[in-house]
């Protein structure tokens, strides 16, 4: 399978790049890139949520009413989880939501979702290149020769460019990644993905 090569312009350069059929022209196992995203997201979570149970409610413990004779029931605690202000019954406590995932099946995953955008035609491959300084207003030159001002885009570089990185950090819906950092939901939110010359050659070997 080839792409055509296109400039940081926009234009096609006329040169065509090869996608390797075990990396963008497999069939999409959908499984695994649920699980893939599912990991992705319980390991953003922090934990940290937390109610108060009956030992840490900060109440008098003296009992309410007397046990008999006012024809209602018997409290004996103002921190009973049936008052207002009082404890939470099985209320969240922290805890951690991670979990691990196969190598392959993380692999297999983003080969699935890769192979999805070729067939939609949602890739494109870029010539490799830099920018001597940071500059905000180049990269958003660059997004708007591809159409790319109000989509979800992601850049795949090999190996990053600090210039790169720092021009295209501040912008809304655009991420600028490495090949070893590349993960499956970065792939899935994004409506374009952008591949440098440098970038396929090295997903095709790896």
Known sequence: MQLSVYNIEGKDTGKKVTLSDDVFGIEPNEHTVYLDVKQYLANQRQGTHKTKERWEVNYS???MLKQKGTGGARHGSRKANIYVGGARTFGPQPRDYSFSLNKK????????????KVKENLVKVVED?????PKTKQFIKFLDSFSLTNKKSILVLDGLNPNVVLSGRNIPNTKVVNTN???????VNAEIVLLSVSA???LNER
């Not at 950092?181 to 792939?187: E, F, I, P, R």
């Open 200 to 202: 396929v050659a090295a």
């Open 61 to 63: 413990t003296r009992k």
């Open 129 to 133: 290149f830099t920018y001597e300084a």
């Open 181 to 187: 950092s590349v993960n499956t939901y970065d792939l």
């Open 105 to 116: 099946v993380k692999s297999l995953a983003r080969k699935s979702v890769f192979s999805s």
